[in-house]
C-alpha cells in the first residue's frame, strides 16, 4: 500500500471596506451547553452531534424573515400619516440642543446568521478503541481569540481484520444583512446639521475616516468539514466558529483542523467559501439656507446603496487512501469590516 505525508493550510481572509461581515450582538438572555465524552472500550460505539444557531436583529424575528429590513417604497404606505408614523417611530432619534437645533436620525439595517455543527462516529464490528470529545456553545458575544462553537474530537482504533471506523465532522456559517443604516438624515436650525462622515455606531473605533458610516450589505457562506472511514486510526479534529460579537470591531471566523497519523484506510478534508458584498456608498442630498451669513436651514439625506460590487467563490479538498504516516489539514475562514 501507499504510504502518504500531507501537511496542509488554507486561508481564506477578507476584509477591507468592501467587505461587510459585521457579526451579531447577542440576544438578552444567552445559553451555554457543554459537554464531555470519554470512552475507552473493545466493541461497538456510535456518538452523535447536532447543533444549529440561528439569530437576527431584524426587528421581525426569525419568524418574519425573509425577507429583511428594507427601506419601504411610497407605494407601501396607505396613506401619509402612515409615512410620518413610520419616519418617526421606525428611525433611531438623536436630539441636540447648543446655538440651534440639531438632529441625527437613521434607520438601522438588519443581518442574520445561521450557524451549523455536525459530528457522526459510528463503528462497524468490532474494535478496540479510544474516544474523546469535548464540545462548548455560549451564545454571548466574543471578541478576538474566543468562539460561539468549539469542539475538540480524538480517537484511536484497531479493528483488526473486519472492524473499521467510520466518521464525518462539518461546520458552517451562513450570513446575510442589509446595509446599515439603510438611510441617515441629519439637520441643523441656526446651525449647521452634524457631520455626516461620524463612523458607524456598529463599531467601537471612533476615529472618523478609518470606520464607514455605512457598513454595506452582504451575503456570506463558509463550510469546513472531514471525513474517515479506517481499518485502524489516530485522527485529531477541532472545530470553532464566531459570529455574535460586541461590535464590528471582531471579525467572522470559522474553522476545522484535522490530523491523522498512523492510519490505515481514506480520509478527507475541505472547506466551500461564498462571499457576496456591497461598498459604503450612499445617494447623498444635501441643501443649506442660509441669511447674511447665519444658516438658517441645513440638511443631508443618505440612502445607502444595495448594490452587489464583490463576489468570491473559493472550494478545496484533499483525499488520501491507503497507510497514512501524515495528514494534516487546517482551514481557517475570516471575514470582517477590520481584522
Given at each position: 500500500m501507499k504510504r502518504w505525508i500531507i501537511v496542509l493550510f488554507v486561508i481564506a481572509l477578507f476584509a477591507g471596506f468592501v467587505q461587510a461581515d459585521r457579526g451579531i450582538?447577542?440576544?438578552?438572555?444567552?445559553?451555554?451547553?457543554?459537554?464531555?465524552?470519554?470512552?475507552?472500550?473493545?466493541?461497538?460505539?456510535?456518538?452523535?452531534?447536532?447543533?444549529?444557531?440561528?439569530?437576527?436583529?431584524?426587528?421581525k424575528g426569525i419568524t418574519g424573515i425573509p425577507p429583511l429590513r428594507t427601506i419601504p417604497s411610497l407605494t407601501d404606505f396607505d396613506s401619509f400619516f402612515d409615512f410620518i408614523e413610520w419616519f418617526i417611530f421606525e428611525w433611531d432619534w438623536d436630539i441636540e440642543v447648543s446655538d440651534g437645533l440639531i438632529l441625527r436620525g437613521q434607520y438601522n439595517g438588519a443581518a442574520v446568521y445561521d450557524a451549523v455543527y455536525t459530528e457522526d462516529t459510528v463503528s462497524n464490528g468490532q474494535g478496540v478503541f479510544d474516544y474523546t470529545k469535548i464540545l462548548d456553545v455560549d451564545t454571548s458575544e466574543k471578541v478576538m481569540t474566543q468562539s460561539n462553537i468549539e469542539t475538540t474530537k480524538i480517537l484511536t482504533?484497531?479493528?483488526?481484520?473486519?472492524?473499521?471506523?467510520?466518521?464525518?465532522?462539518?461546520?458552517?456559517?451562513?450570513?446575510s444583512g442589509s446595509a446599515d443604516p439603510l438611510a441617515r438624515i441629519g439637520l441643523g436650525l441656526f446651525t449647521p446639521a452634524p457631520d455626516p462622515r461620524a463612523p458607524s455606531g456598529r463599531s467601537m473605533c471612533r476615529f472618523a475616516g478609518l470606520v464607514p458610516s455605512v457598513i454595506p450589505a452582504f451575503c456570506n457562506s463558509a463550510d469546513a468539514g472531514s471525513s474517515i472511514d479506517m481499518r485502524q486510526a489516530q485522527v485529531t479534529t477541532a472545530s470553532s466558529s464566531r459570529f455574535i460579537t460586541p461590535s464590528a470591531d471582531t471579525p467572522v471566523l470559522l474553522s476545522h483542523d484535522i490530523r491523522v497519523i498512523d492510519s490505515v484506510g481514506k480520509a478527507s478534508a475541505g472547506m466551500d467559501v461564498m462571499a457576496m458584498e456591497g461598498r459604503s456608498m450612499e445617494e447623498f442630498l444635501r441643501g443649506t439656507l442660509n441669511l447674511n451669513g447665519q444658516t438658517i436651514f441645513d440638511a443631508w439625506l443618505g440612502i445607502s446603496s444595495d448594490d452587489l460590487y464583490q463576489t468570491t467563490s473559493f472550494s478545496e479538498s484533499t483525499q488520501v487512501d491507503g497507510i497514512i504516516t501524515t495528514f494534516d489539514k487546517n482551514m481557517v475562514y475570516e471575514s470582517g469590516m477590520r481584522r
Open positions: 450582538n447577542p440576544t438578552p438572555e444567552t445559553q451555554g451547553i457543554v459537554t464531555t465524552t470519554l470512552i475507552s472500550a473493545d466493541g461497538r460505539f456510535l456518538s452523535s452531534s447536532d447543533l444549529s444557531i440561528s439569530t437576527t436583529d431584524d426587528s482504533y484497531d479493528g483488526g481484520n473486519s472492524g473499521r471506523v467510520f466518521s464525518e465532522e462539518g461546520i458552517s456559517i451562513g450570513s
